[in-house]
């Protein structure tokens, strides 16, 4: 639960900065934090075990709010990168790299300090 309480305040810094960065035009934002607060309360859910949420489907659309915040994410640095002129972006490869979470956070962080300096 920590780690995705982690992941989600990185991922959420990640996309405010490079919002006032490069002025981007954020569409789906509001979207983004409240599939991030409910797969919160998912995990929280879990931890807790409560019944009375514990239906299958929730458990779906945890796992889909789970994968649109990453696409979100890796779509948004992908567009920033190409705004500061930087090549060889590619969407999949950064989602790839945002999902796994250990490993891709390195490279992750490597793209991040060159597109920010």
């Keep these: 639960m920590f780690n995705i309480l982690v992941l989600f305040t990185w991922y959420t810094a990640i996309i405010l900065k490079i919002k006032s960065i490069f002025k ?34 929730w458990s779906y659309l945890a796992l889909f709010g789970y994968l649109f915040i990453n696409v979100y994410v890796s779509i948004i640095f992908v567009r920033a990168e190409e705004k500061r002129g930087i090549k060889n972006t590619d969407t999949i490869t950064t989602l790839i790299e945002l999902i796994t979470y250990p490993i891709g956070i390195f490279f992750i962080n490597k793209r991040l300090k060159k597109l920010l300096s």
């Design 24 to 57: 981007l035009n954020l569409k789906f934002i509001t979207l983004f934090y409240f599939i991030s607060a409910y797969v919160i309360i998912f995990m929280l859910q879990e931890i807790v075990l409560l019944q009375a949420l514990s239906l299958l489907s």
